[in-house]
């Protein structure tokens, strides 16, 4: 997986500051918990690729 990281990274020319921005957010937590509302629709989906369960949200039902 970092091997492809690398070469998405090459092949967009992202800055080594850029590099590092995205290995942060990668890496950390989320900064909120998904929560469905009355015009919202949320969910979770498992990612095997990444090996986490990532939650989502819509802002229309």
Request: charged fraction near 30%.
């Amino acid at each position: 997986m970092k091997e492809q990281f690398e070469q998405w990274v090459a092949r967009l020319k992202i800055s080594e500051a850029g590099q590092k921005i995205i290995e942060k957010v990668r890496s950390s937590e989320p900064s909120r918990r998904v929560v469905g509302g009355s015009n919202n629709v949320s969910g979770r989906y498992p990612s095997r690729k990444m090996g986490v369960t990532i939650q989502f949200e819509s802002h229309r039902v």
